[in-house]
Each structure stands twice: as structure tokens, then as C-alpha cells.
């Protein structure tokens, strides 16, 4: 059990290292090491990504500050999303998503978003760590009611380039939705708060 | 700019618009009070409940059968056996009244032509011999804020209209003099040393059952009046009427009233003392509303919606997001247990519900 361990804390360390093996070339005519960037991307290289994952309720706030449990299940998230870079780093795109949660009275929380969205990669080969940054409208109904308003998601991911073409990876994605009621509603506002982790495959084209 | 300006006030703007049309309260605010809901399960959820009582340990519900349990918390509601005995078949009872220490209920046969006045001994019904053969009808209790001057008042259906009986021992039933009613009375109290009887649109006052008669303090409506409610700690009557105003008879003998219309007529009184706030709950046609006076009442009447508004104390949680806020509830009854308020919801099609408090607020759940 404890050599199964030592070989798990080993092969990580080699994961870690991996990228910066990679980075690092030795010049042949002055002995010197340096590191050679190759950039990865750029301007009209296209992503698409798939996401599945679960969708984890955090918290309501009112326009008090006043923090509530939402007590709703854990949910499901899923999502399309396309971006095209503008350089090696830099990416726009669009998302649209979808998750779900159950209440307690099994009452189903429905919430789609649409989002344009745009991200900053650092690269690791044959890693990629993108930071996201995405806003739109999203779609909220739970039974007959329907809110329609905006939402914002800062989040990052993990990918594995496992080709040149796909990358396998996580999210971890927080949605910031801001229901604002106005007139004999405006005790009912409500701030969501929401943080999505879900698995990703990406098709670099 | 100016485009990305405009794209981002289009946008805005259509989510403004889409959000202005919405229930009575908001998404996730809803969510926020909603729990599990706790449900007794021995008592089917689609009956509708006509009254409800309460004896020295055990409840009692009129809700076709009769159905009761113990006090106790968790306890199983169990059918009482209807009348036996006779060759009618007794299943229809909507009401029913605990007088004199003693369970009374009016069944009638499934075709509707008989319904008698019972009493329970034991745990068996034994006809009120005194009314033997009359076509009894609504049973209303009345009593003062400390429990006595107790009487019970049965409407007799006579050809189409209505005369009064009334007892004030559960043995002697005399009927009121001179007094024919269109309609039978369908709810009572007692108001400054004086009987309020509602019988249709009329209310009858007086203190004296050989005598009573249509009062002349009134509120202003030609509405059939749905509930009154005589209150112990605003020392004021609250009564109700079908087109969806409540009307207090303030102090300074002046009917005040809401300003607006409820959508849905209002029926049956409680009242409640919360955070050393009187509250009082009405039910309607759909759910009910609250009024929270921390005073006297002031010129008008506002209705709270409950698990809504902020103000309203009766229930935050499972109310607005449950069937009881959109059903019939015809009748509360209220039980203050070790100073533990249980009020009961009797809906119509919808079974009994009860609410209870949780924490520092108070949720709601079936029974």
C-alpha cells in the first residue's frame, strides 16, 4: 500500500516536470540552456468544446447581504462552446449551456445560459490552462416561472492535449446570477451563486 | 461605441422586460424557503376538511367520514365509525363542533335528503334525540376569548329556509323565536358581551338568544359575509366577506377596511401571537393572507401574503411554493400546546395541512 503511494507521488512530480522537460532545450553551440517557446496557436485557430459535469448550488444572497442556503440538490451542467484565438493566448467565443437542480418539494430548477465568453491560455505542453471570463443572458424557470437576466462566469480549466487535435480536461466554473426584482418584488431579489465542475473534451480545428 | 452602447442597452433592456412579469415571489427567493415537507401520510391529501376540533386529547376532522388522533405529535389519524344502526348510509360530514365537552357532528346520507345531528359517546354516535327528524345543517361554536359562555348554534333547514337552534349545555336545544333566515349562519362569535351570528349578508346581534335579530352595526357591503373573528388581543371583531374584503369594527365603533379587493373571497379567521405581534390569517379562495398589528388597528387593513412579504410572520417556508397557496381554505383551527401555537388549514380538495414552528420561523406541512 505505501510503495503503491511513493509510485503515485513519483509519477505525479513526473507529470509536473513533464512541461518544463519540454521547455527546456539545451543549445548545442553554447552549451546554455534557454528556453525555446514555440507558440501553440494563433490568430483564426478555432476551439470546440464539450462539457459535462455536476453543478454544485453554493448560496443565495439578498440585496442586504444576507446569505441563504439555497437547498437545492446537487445538479447536473453541460455545455457547447466555441472559441477562435487572436494569438497564441488569447481566445473569444461563445458558450451555450444548461444545468439542472432538484428542490426539496422535487420542484426542478432549470437554468440555460448564453454567453459570450473570452480567455486567456497559458500553455504547458502538453498542458493548457485557460482562464475564462464569460457574460450573456440566461434563462431561469422553476414550474411556471421564468427570469430572464444576466450571469457571469469567471472560471478556469485543466486540459491534456492527448493529440494535436483533442485535449481532455476539467472546469471549475462559478455562475454569478443576479435576480433583480423591481416594485412589490424587490424583497425577492436574489443574487445565485453556483459553481459548475465538469469534465471537457476540446477538438482544436 | 455607440454600437457597442446600444448592443449592450438592447440587451439589458431585453432581460428587464422579461423579468417584469412574474408570481408573487421571485425564483430564488422561493427556493430559499422551501424545505422537505413533512407529511403525517395516515390521512389522504385530497379530502376536503370542513372543521376541525379539538377534545381533551384527541382531534377530530369532518371531512366526509369522520376522522381523528391523538394530540401527540406523529400520531395516526383513524376513521370514526359512522352511525349505525339505522338503514341510511351515513358518509357525508362536513361538520362538526366541540361543545360541553362533548363531540358533536352532523352527517347526512349520500343522497342528501337526511342529515342529523350526532353526538359522540364513547366511541359510538348516539342521535341528538331532540332534534330527532330535522334536517340539521352548519354547527358554529361560540364562546368568549376565556372559554366560557360556550354555545352551539344549529341551522335547521324548514322548507327552503332556515331556523336557529341553539344550546347552552350540549342537552337542552331550544330554538330562537320569530326567526327565519334564507340562509343558514355559518360562523358566530362573541363580541362585547353580545352574539355575531353571519347568516348570508346579514349579520344577527344581541345578547339575548330569545331575541336575537339583524343587527344595525354592519360594514357597508352587499357581499355574503364569509368569516368573523372576534379578537382577544386587539379587543376588535375582524369579519370577512366573499368579494375579498376585511373589515375591522376599530374602537371608535368605525368599520375600516382594505383598500383593494382580494382577488378571492375571504372565509375563516385565526389569530396568533407572534414576537408579541398579533397576527391574524384569513383563508380565501386561494390560500390565505396575514395581518400583523403590533398596535391597534390603524385606518385601513393591509393583507400580507404569507412566506412573501417580509413582514409576514405565519409561514416562511413551504407555503408559497405548495398547493396550500393556491387552494380553498375554508377553515383554521388553531391549538396552543405548552404555548406552542399548531395551526390547522382546513382545505377543500386538498386535505389537512399544519403549521409549526421550525427554528425561528414557522413551516408548513400536510397531515
Same mark, same amino acid.
Given at each position: ?18 512541461p518544463?522537460?519540454v521547455f527546456s532545450q ?9 528556453d525555446i517557446v514555440t507558440p501553440m496557436y494563433s ?45 497564441n ?34 500553455h504547458r505542453y ?80 | ?297 390603524? %385606518?385601513? !387593513? ?6 412573501? &412579504?417580509? =413582514?409576514? $410572520?405565519?409561514? #416562511? +417556508?413551504?407555503?408559497?411554493? /405548495? ?14 400546546? %405548552?404555548? !406552542? ?6 382545505? &377543500?380538495? =386538498?386535505? $389537512?395541512?399544519? #403549521? +409549526?414552528?421550525?427554528?425561528? /420561523? ?6
Open positions: 500500500m505505501r510503495r503503491s503511494g511513493s509510485s503515485l507521488l513519483f509519477l505525479l512530480v513526473l507529470l509536473l516536470l513533464l518544463v522537460m539545451q543549445d548545442p553551440e553554447n552549451g546554455e540552456e534557454e490568430l483564426g485557430d478555432q476551439m470546440f468544446f464539450i462539457n459535462g459535469g455536476i453543478m454544485v448550488p453554493l448560496f443565495f444572497q439578498s440585496l442586504t447581504g444576507e446569505v441563504k442556503k439555497t437547498n437545492l440538490s446537487i445538479g447536473g451542467a453541460g455545455s457547447l462552446a466555441w472559441s477562435a484565438f487572436l494569438n493566448k488569447l481566445f473569444l467565443g461563445a458558450e451555450l449551456g444548461g444545468m439542472f437542480a432538484v428542490s426539496p418539494l422535487k420542484r426542478v430548477l432549470i437554468q440555460i445560459p448564453i454567453t459570450a465568453r473570452i480567455g486567456y491560455m497559458f502538453p498542458f493548457d490552462f485557460p482562464l475564462l471570463f464569460g457574460t450573456g443572458i440566461i434563462f431561469t424557470k422553476l414550474q411556471e416561472e421564468l427570469y430572464v437576466g444576466p450571469v457571469f462566469k469567471p472560471g478556469f480549466s485543466f486540459y491534456w492535449n492527448i493529440t494535436n487535435e483533442w485535449a481532455l480536461g476539467l472546469n471549475c466554473i462559478y455562475w454569478w446570477v443576479p435576480q433583480i426584482y423591481t416594485k412589490d418584488l424587490k424583497n425577492s431579489s436574489r443574487f445565485g451563486n453556483f459553481l459548475e465542475i465538469s469534465f471537457s473534451g476540446l477538438f482544436h480545428f | 461605441m455607440k454600437t457597442v452602447i446600444s448592443i449592450l442597452l438592447i440587451f439589458f433592456g431585453v432581460f428587464i422586460l422579461f423579468s417584469c412579469d412574474h408570481g408573487p415571489i421571485g425564483i430564488f427567493h422561493s427556493l430559499e424557503v422551501e424545505t422537505d415537507l413533512e407529511d403525517n401520510d395516515s390521512l389522504e391529501n385530497t379530502i376536503s376538511v370542513g372543521d376541525m376540533i379539538r377534545s381533551t386529547n384527541d382531534y377530530y376532522i369532518a371531512a366526509g367520514s369522520v376522522f381523528t388522533r391523538e394530540v401527540s405529535s406523529g400520531s395516526e389519524w383513524s376513521k370514526v365509525p359512522a352511525p349505525s344502526g339505522t338503514d341510511i348510509v351515513y358518509e357525508n360530514s362536513t361538520e362538526i363542533a366541540y361543545a360541553f365537552s362533548k363531540v358533536f357532528a352532523v352527517f347526512s346520507n349520500a343522497a342528501g335528503d337526511t342529515s342529523t345531528l350526532f353526538e359522540l359517546k364513547g366511541e359510538a354516535w348516539q342521535e341528538v334525540s331532540a332534534l330527532k327528524g330535522k334536517r340539521c345543517d352548519v354547527l358554529v361554536y361560540t364562546a368568549d376569548s376565556t372559554g366560557n359562555n360556550e354555545s352551539l348554534f344549529i341551522s335547521v333547514r324548514v322548507s327552503g329556509a332556515y331556523s336557529l337552534y341553539y344550546t347552552l349545555d350540549g342537552t337542552t336545544f331550544t330554538s330562537v323565536p320569530s326567526l327565519t333566515l334564507s340562509r343558514p349562519v355559518t360562523d358566530g362569535a362573541w363580541v362585547s358581551d353580545e352574539y355575531w351570528l353571519l347568516s348570508g349578508n346579514t349579520i344577527l346581534q344581541g345578547s339575548d338568544l330569545t331575541s336575537i335579530s339583524e343587527g344595525s352595526v354592519k360594514p357597508d357591503t352587499t357581499a355574503d359575509f364569509g368569516g368573523i373573528h372576534y379578537s382577544s388581543n386587539l379587543s376588535v371583531p375582524f369579519i370577512s366577506s366573499d368579494d375579498g374584503f376585511v373589515y375591522i369594527y376599530t374602537e371608535d365603533d368605525q368599520w375600516i377596511n382594505n383598500t383593494t379587493a382580494n382577488e378571492d373571497g375571504f372565509y375563516d379567521f385565526t389569530e396568533l401571537l407572534i414576537d408579541g405581534k398579533t397576527v391574524i390569517l384569513v383563508g380565501s379562495e386561494n390560500g390565505y393572507k396575514e395581518m400583523v398589528f403590533a398596535d391597534s388597528p390603524g %385606518d385601513t !387593513v393591509t393583507l400580507l401574503e404569507p412566506g412573501v &412579504s417580509r =413582514d409576514s $410572520l405565519s409561514s #416562511n +417556508i413551504n407555503y408559497i411554493n /405548495t398547493t396550500l397557496s393556491i387552494n380553498i381554505i375554508r377553515n383554521f383551527f388553531i391549538d396552543r400546546n %405548552d404555548d !406552542v401555537y399548531r395551526i390547522f388549514a382546513c382545505t &377543500s380538495g =386538498d386535505g $389537512l395541512w399544519i #403549521n +409549526i414552528p421550525s427554528g425561528t /420561523t414557522r413551516v408548513w406541512g400536510r397531515e
